[in-house]
Nanobody, 119 residues
Framework: QVQLVESGGGLVQAGGSLRLSCAAS????????MGWYRQAPGKQRELVAS???????SYVDSAKGRFAISTDNAKNTLYLQMNSLKPEDTAVYYC?????????????WGQGTQVTVSS
């Protein structure tokens, strides 16, 4: 198992920046995929960015060029640096971890952190 604790959300004006953190309770070397999802009111949860063990990174189109996902392996922490924020980035952001088993994948979520971007 792994517990995930997010932090770093808040209220920011459009064009501003925030950095989200997700502290994992175990070594992130043991986690196959980590990512950031977000869910805006009335919308489905969507994948914003992910990083696969070994370094492959992907972003949703709306985040490309503005957001950067990274890890600090020594701190077992996942980050999401968000720049040039827009009102449409307003959502609850969730940290996600996936650990591959023999026949199944265990999926874990953090509690979420609110990001509000004012226009």
């Amino acid at each position: 198992q792994v517990q995930l604790v997010e932090s770093g959300g808040g209220l920011v004006q459009a064009g501003g920046s925030l950095r989200l953190s997700c502290a994992a309770s175990r070594s992130i070397f043991s986690i196959n995929v980590m990512g950031w999802y977000r869910q805006a009111p009335g919308k489905q949860r969507e994948l914003v960015a992910s990083i696969i063990r070994g370094g492959t990174i992907s972003y949703v189109d709306s985040a490309k060029g503005r957001f950067a996902i990274s890890t600090d392996n020594a701190k077992n922490t996942l980050y999401l640096q968000m720049n040039s924020l827009k009102p449409e980035d307003t959502a609850v952001y969730y940290c996600n971890a996936q650990i591959f088993g023999g026949l199944s994948t265990d999926v874990y979520w953090g509690q979420g952190t609110q990001v509000t971007v004012s226009s």
